[in-house]
C-alpha cells in the first residue's frame, strides 16, 4: 500500500540535543512538507521541498533544519536552537505544485522536551 | 498579512446538519481546500474548490464565493464519527511556489 510513514510517533528530547524526525513516503510525490501543530491552532508550514536535492523555508524555519536527498525522503532536524520545540509534526506530500491536488499526511511525530 | 477564520468550536446533533464557515484574507488566492483531523491522527482531505459554487460529495460539501473571500463546509445527517476538527486552508502563490495557509480549525462535538 502506498502511503506517507512518520517515525517515531512519540519522542522526547533533553534541553540542548538535537533530534532528528523521519518521513519516507511511496507515492512518488515530487512535493513535501513539515508542519508544527500546537494545540487549537492550525498548520504551520517549516520547510518544503518541491524537488530533491531542493527545500525552502516555510514560515518558522527557524531552529529547524532539513534534507532532500532522494525522493522518498524527507527527514527533520530539531535544534537546540529551537526554544520550543514541543509539538505535533506533521509529514505531508504531493504530487507537485502544478494542478492542485491533495496532501497526504503521515500520522505525526509528538515532541516533547523533557 | 495572510489570515483564516473559522469557529474554534461547533456543536450539533446526530442525524442534523452543520455548517462551518470560513473568512480569509490572502492575496494569491487560487483554492480554497478543507481536511478532517481527528483527535491525535493526521488530517485527511475532504474537498478542493478553486471556482464559486457548491461541490458535493456525498454527505459532505463544500462552497466558495470568492467575491466575499467566504467558502463553507457543510455536513449532512451527522454520525459519532463526524466527530473531529475541520480546517480549511486557502491555496496560494508565494515566492515561486503554491503554498497551503491554514486556519485554526473548527472542533465538531457531535451529541447523541
Known amino acids: 500500500d502506498g502511503g506517507i510513514t512518520q517515525s517515531p510517533k512519540y519522542l522526547f528530547r533533553k534541553e540542548g540535543q538535537n533530534v532528528t524526525l523521519s518521513c519516507e513516503q511511496n507515492?512518488?510525490?515530487?512535493?513535501m512538507y513539515w508542519y508544527r501543530q500546537d494545540p487549537g491552532q492550525g498548520l504551520r508550514l517549516i520547510y518544503y521541498?518541491?524537488?530533491?536535492?531542493?527545500?525552502q523555508k516555510g514560515d518558522i524555519a527557524e531552529g529547524y533544519s532539513v534534507s532532500r536527498e532522494k525522493k522518498e525522503s524527507f527527514p527533520l532536524t530539531v535544534t537546540s536552537a529551537q526554544k520550543n520545540p514541543t509539538a505535533f509534526y506533521l509529514c505531508a506530500s504531493s504530487k507537485g505544485s502544478g494542478e492542485y491536488t491533495e496532501a497526504f499526511f503521515g500520522q505525526g511525530t509528538r515532541l516533547t522536551v523533557v | 498579512g495572510q489570515s483564516l477564520e473559522q469557529p474554534s468550536e461547533v456543536t450539533a446533533v446526530e442525524g442534523a446538519i452543520v455548517q462551518i464557515n470560513c473568512t480569509y484574507q490572502?492575496?494569491?488566492?487560487?483554492?480554497l481546500s478543507w481536511y478532517q483531523q481527528h483527535d491525535g491522527g493526521a488530517p485527511t482531505f475532504l474537498s478542493y474548490?478553486?471556482l464559486d459554487g457548491l461541490e458535493e460529495t456525498g454527505r459532505f460539501s463544500s462552497f466558495l464565493s470568492r467575491s466575499d473571500s467566504y467558502g463553507y463546509l457543510l455536513l449532512q445527517e451527522l454520525q459519532m464519527k463526524d466527530s473531529a476538527s475541520y480546517f480549511c486552508?486557502?491555496?496560494?502563490?508565494?515566492?515561486?511556489?503554491?503554498?497551503?495557509?491554514w486556519g485554526a480549525g473548527t472542533k465538531l462535538i457531535i451529541k447523541p
Open positions: 507515492l512518488n510525490h515530487d512535493a
Open positions: 474548490n478553486a
Open positions: 521541498s518541491q524537488i530533491v536535492n531542493d527545500f
Open positions: 486552508a486557502v491555496r496560494v502563490f508565494r515566492g515561486s511556489n503554491y503554498q497551503l495557509i
Open positions: 490572502t492575496s494569491g488566492f487560487y483554492g
